[in-house]
């Protein structure tokens, strides 16, 4: 159903999606409000999957790497060639249209661009020679990876966790049944026809529209990794039951991330970056979740917020510059403000619920942009909106005690960054190269790091996912799927001919 419908009429559009899926009436009679439809697999197709995975992935491996590494620069161009239509069912499915714009054009900019594929390509094997024998540190595949895309942005990181295909996987996605049309339209019309005309072994790559599949991939004899995405405390409960299983858990998780302003920051750069977190209503786990501000601009900075804040609105998708989305946890947001202001924080903005016009609301769907300031560092965790992740749009901007000389207080900001339990982005506003370099040289905490760039926004060449903590588990690094799911082998070679020269 497409996400206008639902949002204007919502029970009827659900009880006619509901009829749907029964297959009660056709979809001829539900005219424009169906986007599509996509079969759903069942155990059977599943464990087809799996085996044709395995069966794929012996041959897949020993297609030289190069030759995998054109056919990912094909997928890419496709990608680009397919944008149209799957920005548009990206829309329909709810995603607001300058979101999935950026998702689909990122993609092939980032994680399949020329210079990520040209670096991931290079750490696969370094030869060494000692006398007469041969040494090499090879990278190989893991096997059979499978893909558990989230919810929130399923074909954006179905497409990211896909790179593992290139480091000579056999790969199986899951497509969540909630949004699938768009990840299984692009995994049909983009990927599929890129492997077909390439040559690739019939099981090299899987796409399935079903039901929860973690089960079936940790008792498969066939599986070898597991990318999975989702919140921190039940991926760390998965990640033990893979290391349970022999699988490899590879965890892209929850984030808190925190953005530092200080003193001498360029406040436009800085509220430009910071507004992110608004993006699709603050459900996306990339986005700055925090803000620690300078105390000497606190006051400024948080006007300049409220003031660019103000001009974020609800729509429907399609509209263009909408950039919020429903909220379904409108009960935790509010019992997280609630917690907030009980405590001493300031709401500074928001605070209410939306109809899709803006006006006020009891019943809406969306959660107006909002703002708490929260005085002092130190007991800044005490708060949930502080210490935990949230998935929706409250911005906590917190402001340490005012008389500390800046020496101090930056030994307090970053000892607060490093101690964050999640660790996935930070990043860091000022014009003054000491800070700067001090920020740059003390923080360990997350896997991405932005000093005056933007903290969302996807690079090529630098891994846009992967972290430390609760974001990325026991193994989590910032790394690219492509390498994450390989293995260093260590090869020593003595030719036959050469064996009596041997030291």
């Known amino acids: 159903m497409t996400a206008r419908a639902v949002i204007e009429d919502t029970f009827p559009s659900l009880r006619l999606k509901q009829d749907l899926d029964r297959g009660i009436i056709e979809p001829s009679a539900a005219g424009e409000r169906v986007v599509g439809a996509c079969a759903v697999a069942d155990e059977e197709m599943i464990a087809m999957a799996l085996e044709s995975a395995a069966r794929a ?12 590494i054109e056919i990912g620069r094909r997928i890419a161009e496709r990608l680009l060639d397919h944008r149209d239509p799957i920005v548009e069912i990206l829309v ?31 750490q696969f094997e370094f030869r060494r020679q000692d006398g007469a024998r041969e040494m090499t540190l090879r990278r190989v595949p893991d096997g059979v990876v499978c893909v558990n895309p989230p919810q929130n942005a399923a074909t954006v990181n179905a497409l990211n966790g896909l790179t593992a295909l290139l480091a000579g996987n056999a790969v199986v996605i899951r497509a969540p049944r909630g949004v699938a049309l ?20 019939p099981g090299t790559f899987n796409a399935l529209c079903g039901p929860p599949m973690l089960d079936a991939w940790l008792a498969s004899e066939h599986v070898n990794d597991i990318l999975y995405f989702g919140g921190s405390k039940k991926g760390l409960e998965f990640e033990g039951q893979c290391v349970a299983a022999g699988k490899k858990p590879i965890l892209e998780l929850a984030g ?47 006007e300049r917020l409220v003031v660019a804040t103000k001009k974020i609105q609800p729509g429907y998708p399609d509209e263009d510059g909408v950039v919020l989305t ?41 959660v107006e942009p909002s703002i708490v300031r929260v005085d002092g560092l130190h007991d800044a965790r005490s708060l949930s909106v502080v210490r935990d992740e949230t998935f929706f749009p409250l911005l906590p901007v917190i402001v340490p005690g005012a008389g500390t000389d ?6 307090d900001v ?51 996912q992967g972290g430390n903590g609760l974001t990325g588990g026991a193994f989590g690094e910032a790394s690219h799927p492509m390498l994450r799911t390989t293995r260093l082998q260590a090869v020593s070679i003595v030719r036959p001919a050469e064996q009596e020269d041997r030291s």
């Not at 800046?406 to 030994?411: N, P, Q, R």
Request: proline fraction near 6%; hydrophobic fraction near 40%.
């Open 57 to 68: 992935a012996p041959a897949w491996g020993r297609v030289p790497l190069a030759d995998r």
């Open 92 to 122: 329909a499915e709810g995603t607001p249209r300058s979101a999935a714009e950026a998702m689909i054009g990122g993609v092939p900019h980032a994680s399949w661009s020329r210079e990520t594929l040209e670096w991931c390509a290079e």
């Open 182 to 201: 768009s990840c299984m339209y692009t995994m049909r019309e983009v990927v599929a026809p890129v492997l077909e005309e390439a040559g690739a072994p």
């Open 256 to 302: 808190d991330d925190c953005c530092v302003v200080w003193r001498d920051a360029d406040l436009d750069a800085a509220v430009e970056s910071v507004t992110q977190f608004f993006l699709n209503s603050g459900q996306i786990c990339h986005v700055p979740n925090q803000v620690v501000v300078h105390p000497a601009i606190a006051d400024e900075l948080i």
């Open 326 to 366: 429903p909220v379904l946890g409108v009960d935790w947001f509010f019992g997280c403000l609630g917690e907030a202001l009980a405590k001493g924080a300031k709401l500074v903005h928001g605070g209410r619920r939306l109809e899709v016009d803006g006006s006020s609301s009891d019943t809406g769907f969306f």
């Open 406 to 411: 800046d020496d101090a207080l930056m030994e």
């Open 414 to 464: 970053l000892r607060f960054v490093n101690t964050n339990a999640y660790g996935l982005r930070n990043s860091f506003w000022s014009t003054g190269p000491a800070t700067i370099q001090r920020f740059l040289d003390d923080v360990s905490n997350g896997g991405n790091l932005k000093i005056n760039d933007s903290h969302g926004g996807f690079l090529p060449f630098l891994p846009n």
